[in-house]
């Protein structure tokens, strides 16, 4: 009885620091794979990043603003609007603010689309907000995707 107290112990033990490791291990490469507003705004004052808004049509009609030098793409739409884009340039992507999980999503699709160079946006268009950066009113029309 005691054997299997302990078994089930064990077990705890490995399955929470499994988990434990896991989440560290995402927490890093969010971390390497994301860019501080400071040094954005730097980067995009020197030209030397292409930038995307990645937002979801209901946040883009929350709040109709870009930051300047942005390119608007719906995330539906990003395989289709980004054929012809350099796969090996600074980019750096942004969406509403997300949590890991969401920058862990769209860094696997801007991955899987080849892109090899590109960063998230930490914080995402709220986190450049807070810093006191500039936003733009988005005046262009899109499509609010209401397909299921």
Partial sequence: MEAMAIGAAALCVLIFGGITTRRLRA????AASSIEPEALYDLLHAK???LYDVRQP???LAHPEIIPGATR???KDIAEQT???SRDQ???I???GGDDETFEMVLGKGRALNFTRVKLLKGGLAGWKAKGYP????KSSFHLDTAT
């Fill in 90 to 92: 600074n980019s750096v």
């Fill in 48 to 50: 030397e990043v292409l």
């Fill in 94 to 96: 942004y969406c509403t």
């Fill in 27 to 30: 927490k890093r490469r969010i």
């Fill in 58 to 60: 209901l946040d883009f």
């Fill in 73 to 75: 793409i719906a995330p």
């Fill in 83 to 85: 054929a012809s884009f």
């Fill in 135 to 138: 936003v733009e009113e988005y």
